[in-house]
């Protein structure tokens, strides 16, 4: 795995790779939280596909400014890692948060974007509220791993109080239903069956707001699904980008620059 | 007796009657009709943790549950089929109906009634029997037991014929402490000729369903025949002659034998379940004569012929009205829902099982008709791994042709077909999807003659 900072708006972007044919899978983490989550699914997805998972400003390994961005900065960042990287057109995969990310940057930067996989979006917006969401939280919890805590409080720490309550925050505010109908590339929701964060009902609405919209269910498992069923995530990618993406170079090998193994 | 205690409550008929009438009565179905919607989280979450007993303790909870809404034998004789028929009409809202279906039990018709606002009087009420001491595989010694009953119940209705049916596959469980009696009508009761006169619409339509499928019988006496058997997966011939998957049953229930001996068969009737003893048509076309009614008959040769019509009906409807038509709703044996399938501008589609012939047979619809958005199935869960049954994996395969949301609705896939739940669960499921349209006016009585643009079904004057 490969370690691979970019510089956006003068700061280092943080991301990992793990090379193989194209076109290029990258991750992009929920809220507060970094691209810890995704670590054990890119082992597998790697190789068999161009994999990447990258931090966000502020998250993780990449630096931020001293104050929260915001969703529609985030999503721009991304696009400018896009850039800074040289990535052709990319399938973004959100998990949780991420996916508001990842809808955000498709929407006004379509160009960059390939195709989408959103797995568990948020936010569901019959449950709009803090509230209501925390209690959704709880009532996920006993569906995820428990080795899963250390990672968030590792990412909790990273991020700053500032910085995790900023981006809850944003995910109450941002409106993603009024979004995914324009989304024209390909796209694939992904639902773990227990995940209360995100119910059967919120998926279906997702995939049928989007235009080219496919909905896969894995079953037994709750909102993170990348962290628990990472073989199975990765299967369902690969079909995803077999019969839903058209077949592009293989990805290239070497990062702009490269620092060595993950962590 | 009281028609409603003598009545099986899930059964095929009862369950499509509950449907119908409190569509026309502007409700929907929570748990099958048979506890009031508030309880049917707390329902739910008791049926939930029947579904982690071990099987041999589910298996004994279905059969209780059969034997506890069954009859005493000494009570049969007490069966009247009048009280049986005004039980019927009696729940129905009391309004004129355009249209008035009257025959044979099926699940598509139920649509096609809701569409057309029209009721539905069945021909066929299943009556479940007490018996003790007999075994599911011992179709002479079931017979044996019951006999008695059964010419008590006929000498006290001479308007009835008797179906005593027997079915080790699909109904093993159900039959282990209780016999089915399907009752049919030969003659139109005095309940059903009031609620015609008094409910049928100036110029309505009365339409006598006809499925005109049989099965291999044995007469036991004058109105009253033995049915081995019944229709699902294995065939007619299967029942009586054995074969390795009727040997593979037998095996993985562990019973003592390898294949059935069954009275042997000296001819064939109307299907217990699902097909028009023919008799009552002389008395309906009397009856329609006599009030000069406008009688016609609907007929196919078995039930689920009429599935791919009337999903194609409503697809046409939607499109007329301006409305999304790519989401099918596959519905499962009692399990339907027409009053969500219009709210939520759903394509109904009936199977009459959870079995390979029936998903052979929403497969071949789906091969034939432009491809869906959206694909939920809802799978009956009659807790028997009965001959070819597919699982809830074939099941959601066949869902997976959806172009975009393909899933099971209100099934548990590890549980099935054990899963007691979602008795409850496939209406709460289906409750929340969150596109909706508002509820049409019915369809006109003409635009369902398409109906009769079809080879397969017969729609004429009678």
């Known amino acids: 795995m490969q370690r691979i900072t970019a510089a956006v708006s003068g700061r280092p972007m943080v991301a990992w790779r793990i090379g193989g044919p194209g076109p290029s899978v990258v991750c992009v983490h929920g809220a507060g939280v970094s691209s810890r989550e995704f670590q054990p699914f890119l082992k597998v997805l790697g190789h068999r596909h161009d994999a990447w998972t990258v931090d966000l400003p502020g998250f993780g390994a990449s630096s931020g400014p001293p104050y929260p961005l915001g969703l529609r900065a985030l999503a721009d960042a991304l696009a400018d890692w896009l850039a800074a990287v040289d990535l052709d057109p990319v399938v973004l995969l959100g998990g949780s948060f991420g996916c508001q990310v990842a809808v955000d940057a498709a929407v006004r930067h379509p160009d960059r974007i390939a195709a989408l996989v959103l797995v568990g979006p948020t936010l569901d917006p019959a449950a709009r509220g803090f509230v209501r969401q925390l209690l959704r939280w709880m009532r996920n919890s006993p569906h995820e791993r428990a080795s899963m805590a250390a990672l968030n409080l590792a990412d909790y720490r990273d991020a700053g109080v500032r910085r995790i309550v900023g981006a809850f925050a944003e995910s109450l505010r941002d409106r993603i239903e009024d979004k995914l109908p324009h989304i024209h590339a390909p796209a694939l929701v992904v639902r773990g069956d227990h995940d209360r964060l995100v119910p059967q009902e919120w998926a279906e609405e997702v995939t049928r707001l989007l235009p080219a919209g496919r909905l896969a269910v894995v079953a037994h498992v709750g909102h993170m699904v990348p962290y628990r069923r990472p073989q199975e995530l990765a299967g369902l990618v690969t079909d995803f980008l077999a019969h839903e993406v058209p077949a592009r170079g293989a990805g290239d090998e070497t990062g702009p620059e490269e620092s060595g193994a993950a962590r | ?462």
């Open chain 2, 1 to 462: 007796m009281k028609a409603s205690k003598a009545v099986a409550a899930f059964d095929s008929s009862t369950g499509m009657l509950r449907a119908l009438s409190r569509f026309l009565a502007g409700r929907d179905i929570p748990a099958i009709g048979q506890v009031p919607a508030a309880l049917e989280i707390p329902l739910s979450a008791l049926l939930g943790t029947l579904n982690r007993l071990p099987r041999p303790a589910q298996e004994r909870a279905y059969a209780a549950s059969g034997w506890a809404e069954a009859i005493p034998q000494r009570r049969v004789g007490d069966v009247r089929s009048e009280a049986l028929a005004a039980w019927v009409t009696g729940h129905y809202p009391r309004r004129r109906y355009p249209v008035i279906f009257i025959g044979s039990t099926n699940g598509a018709l139920v649509h096609l009634a809701a569409a057309l606002d029209a009721a539905w009087l069945p021909q066929t009420l299943l009556l479940p029997v007490r018996r003790r001491g007999v075994a599911p595989d011992d179709p002479r010694g079931d017979l044996a037991a019951v006999e008695g009953a059964g010419r008590a119940l006929l000498a006290a209705n001479p308007e009835l014929e008797l179906h005593h049916m027997h079915d080790p596959n699909q109904d093993r469980l159900m039959i282990a402490g209780m016999t089915y009696f399907r009752v049919k009508w030969r003659r139109l009761p005095d309940a059903y000729r009031r609620f015609i006169r008094d409910h049928l619409a100036p110029g309505g339509l009365l339409v006598t369903v006809d499925c005109t499928l049989r099965w291999p019988t044995t007469q036991i006496d004058d109105r009253y025949v033995f049915q081995f058997g019944a229709l699902g997966d294995a065939t007619p011939e299967e029942y009586p002659q054995g074969g390795p998957r009727v040997a593979d049953l037998l095996a993985r229930y562990r019973a003592p034998v390898r294949h059935w001996d069954p009275p042997a068969p000296d001819g064939e009737s109307p299907e217990a379940e699902w097909g028009l003893q023919p008799a009552l048509l002389n008395d309906l076309s009397a009856f329609a004569e006599q009030h000069r009614l406008n009688a016609h008959v609907l007929r196919f040769d078995t039930p689920q012929r009429l599935s791919p019509a009337v999903a194609d009906l409503y697809r046409s409807w939607y499109a007329d009205r301006g409305l999304p038509t790519g989401r099918l709703l596959a519905e499962s044996f009692l399990l339907l829902e027409p009053w969500w399938a219009l709210r939520t501008g759903s394509v109904p589609y009936w199977a009459l099982f959870g079995t390979e012939t029936a998903r052979a047979g929403l497969n071949a619809y789906l091969d034939t008709t432009d491809p869906y958005d959206e694909i939920r199935i809802l799978l009956f869960n009659h807790g028997t791994d009965s001959i070819g049954l597919a699982s809830a994996q074939d099941w959601q395969r066949t869902a997976a042709r959806a172009r975009k949301i393909g899933v099971l609705t209100g099934v548990d896939a590890t549980a099935y077909p054990r899963d007691f739940a979602s008795l409850v669960r496939s209406h709460r499921e289906l409750s929340k999807i969150r596109a909706r349209y508002p509820m049409p006016p019915p369809l006109n009585t003409a635009a369902a003659k398409a109906l009769t643009a079809r080879d397969e079904i017969d729609w004429h004057p009678a």
